[in-house]
């Protein structure tokens, strides 16, 4: 059976700070989304990392993929509160089917 | 991006009941699934719909439960049938357009309290 683990599964930050969100999975699978989710809202997709060594940014966020290890890594940069959010990583686990097993989530709160 | 809608919003069932939830994409897509997000929980794949044949359930869902329709490219419908408090959750549509890489998207989700 597919983990998928991340931790932290919460995260209060100040502003202006850095910090990095673990995803590690449990088997092999070479396809890796990062969502966000805020209060009562639905899925956002941030990032789709295809490969081993896949690095994405997106203003100050930051994914990337080692398959090898079974590892993805979603950094803060200089926290903002509007990042305010819950952020999960989601696994592949059909390889080819596109259905998804989601971490348990991480959420994160930026404080000024 | 792909615009995905779901009805209703938000219900309020009776022990008992069923509730259908329609999914519906503004455009052609490669792949549906549906999911559920049990309060303050994580999602978990409930099945997946596919077009013109019976879908596809993960381990612990069942089409007697969770009976799923995909009549085309771009609609689906989720039953929860004989509901119980347990069954109150999120449950939301993804589509996979398939066309533009590798892309998953969900919809508002629709949030079923059952009493």
């Known amino acids: 059976e597919l983990k998928v683990e991340q931790n932290p599964l919460f995260l209060s930050m100040q502003e202006g700070k850095n910090y990095t969100i673990y995803c590690n999975y449990s088997t092999t699978s070479d396809r890796l989304y990062w969502y966000r989710q805020d209060p009562g809202k639905s899925l956002e997709s941030l990032f789709v990392?295809?490969?081993?060594?896949a690095v994405k940014q997106e203003g100050r966020l930051m994914a990337s993929l080692d398959t090898k290890a079974r590892l993805s890594t979603l950094h803060i940069t200089a926290a903002v509160h509007d990042l305010s959010a819950t952020y999960f990583c989601a696994v592949d686990i059909s390889f080819s089917g596109y259905a998804l097993n989601f971490g348990k989530g991480t959420s994160l709160l930026v404080t000024p | 991006s792909a615009v995905i809608s779901q009805k209703p919003s938000r219900d309020i069932c009776q022990r008992g009941t069923s509730l259908t939830i329609q999914c519906q994409v503004d455009?052609?897509?490669?792949?549906m699934f549906w999911y559920r997000q049990q309060p303050g929980q994580s999602l978990t794949l409930i099945a997946t719909a596919n077009q013109g044949s019976e879908a596809t359930y993960e381990s612990g869902f069942v089409i007697d439960k969770f009976p799923i329709s995909r009549p085309n490219l771009t609609f689906s419908t989720l039953t929860v049938s004989n509901m119980s408090p347990e069954d109150s959750s999120i449950y939301l549509c993804?589509?996979?357009?398939?066309?533009?890489?590798?892309?998953?998207?969900f919809g508002p989700g629709t949030r079923l309290t059952v009493t």
């Open positions: 990392l295809l490969s081993n060594g």
């Open positions: 455009s052609q897509v490669t792949m």
């Open positions: 993804s589509v996979v357009p398939g066309q533009r890489g590798h892309e998953q998207y």
